[in-house]
């Protein structure tokens, strides 16, 4: 390991901005992906696109339990069409793969009672799912739930103002969904208490952490939401000096002119991300015949993008309590924007990683865009787009980010094809596993 203290260079320089292109608005027709997590978009004979998105489910420790599956029809514009149709979840779960889905998680999916009645549910194994009642709920409806239970479904009400009558609804439902948004907490609590004492209640809409503990003390079962971002900050947090160097060397590779002496610098004052990186070197990621002892000759060996990869999940798993679905999104996230701009502007491809990871920081470290770029140099262009999601690299990153969430008008509104947001979706998915699995020791 190198004893040298870090030459952390951040140089003035005159770079010339990526040439901004604005093509016509995408059709997110007859896109097919195959990457089998969120958000994962379908092709339909139908000549439609079928996109199925996920949300984490939490429990009451913050551990990810389960997935909201979402389930839409696109039309020929890109837009929601509001099909959910047993045909449509049938052949979007057949063509993705629940397994795929949610893996050994819990699966909740809304569905109408008018769908219910239809036999929709027939479609989902019973033991691996939750299904949210949309709709209101009448006598009729009464007994389509009940049916629905006899059958071995576990149900969650809705919305407890969806009931005509709470008093004979909830008693059949395992438990009942409220939103934080709409003030529906504290009615939806003491009507389990009074009506289901042994019911679930699924919180959702949640915004920042601090909704949580008002959820935990209503007696809240599972959270769904942003209940792992934290409340906006007056005061700037301080951030360990290894995290810093972190961020630094993140910084550092942005740049064209990056030398290996001035990764092998910044790598060398953190030990931690100095073993990481010769662990990877020592790996069968490279199944190199000679044991590697040098960060510098691990650079070498192993490239700029893996060894920016490597201080990346550093910066994200040792900064952060986070669970590591939330450390393994924001990865992701980084390199879905690189994979992007390497097909539409590969020019500003190592910028979009940047880019990409530094907009997690808010989540994972409780850090502000102005106090990111207060701290590290950075381009104009990463910038402009952290800032107000400008530019090639900054319209990328929200469609990025809009592809995450699910949310369809926004995506369709976006100036990037759809098959290249989907395909830089696969391609980022199965990098991610090659780094992960390459952290892994070597056999001895």
């Known amino acids: 390991m190198s004893d040298r203290r870090p030459r952390t260079r951040f140089r003035s320089r005159s770079r010339r901005r990526v040439a901004e292109e604005a093509p016509a608005t995408p059709d997110w027709t007859d896109v097919v992906a195959e990457a089998p997590l969120h958000p994962i978009t379908v092709g339909d004979a139908g000549g439609g696109t ?45 063509e993705v793969g629940l397994d795929s889905l949610i893996g050994g998680r819990t699966g909740f999916v809304e569905v109408t009672v008018d769908l219910l009645a239809e036999g929709l549910h027939h479609a989902l194994p019973a033991h691996r799912m939750m299904i949210e009642v949309a709709g209101r709920i009448d006598a009729a409806g009464e007994e389509v739930l009940r049916a629905v239970r006899d059958e071995g479904y576990p149900l969650i009400v809705g919305s407890l103002a969806a009931c005509e009558r709470p008093d004979r609804v909830l008693p059949i439902a395992g438990g009942l969904r409220a939103d934080v948004r709409v003030g529906e907490l504290e009615a939806a609590s003491e009507a389990l208490a009074r009506h289901n004492p042994r019911g679930k209640l699924l919180v959702t809409g949640l915004a920042h952490s601090a909704e949580v503990e008002p959820c935990r003390a209503a007696g809240a079962t599972w959270l769904r939401g942003d209940v792992l971002r934290p409340v906006e900050r007056i005061d700037e947090p301080t951030v360990p000096a290894n995290r810093v160097a972190v961020l630094q060397l993140l910084a550092e590779l942005e740049r064209p002119d990056v030398e290996v002496d001035d990764i092998d610098a910044l790598i060398s004052i953190d030990l931690g991300m100095s073993y990481k990186v010769l662990r990877m070197a020592n790996s069968s990621y490279l199944a190199l015949e ?23 999940l550093l910066a994200l798993s040792e900064a952060t309590d986070h669970p590591p679905e939330i450390v393994h999104q924001s990865l992701l996230r980084a390199r879905h924007c690189e994979e992007i701009l390497l097909l539409t502007h590969p020019s500003a491809a190592h910028a979009g990683f940047t880019t990409g990871l530094f907009s997690a920081l808010d989540l994972l470290l409780g850090l502000s865009v102005e106090q990111v770029l207060h701290r590290i140099p950075v381009s104009d262009e990463i910038a402009e787009a952290l800032r107000s999601r400008q530019g090639v690299i900054g319209r990328t990153l929200d469609v990025v980010i809009a592809y995450e969430r699910h949310d369809l008008d926004r995506l369709a509104r976006g100036r990037i094809e759809p098959a290249t947001v989907v395909s830089g979706y696969r391609n980022a998915l199965a990098w991610v596993s090659r780094i992960t699995r390459g952290l892994e020791p070597a056999p001895v």
């Open 50 to 94: 079928t996109y199925i998105g996920r949300a984490p489910v939490f429990d009451r420790r913050l551990d990810v339990c389960g997935y909201h599956l979402i389930v839409d029809r696109l039309d020929d514009d890109g837009h929601a069409a509001g099909d959910a149709s047993r045909q449509l979840l049938t052949r979007a779960l057949l």
């Open 290 to 312: 000679r044991r590697v002892e040098r960060t510098r000759d691990a650079v070498v060996y192993l490239g700029i993008d893996t060894v920016r990869a490597v201080a990346a």
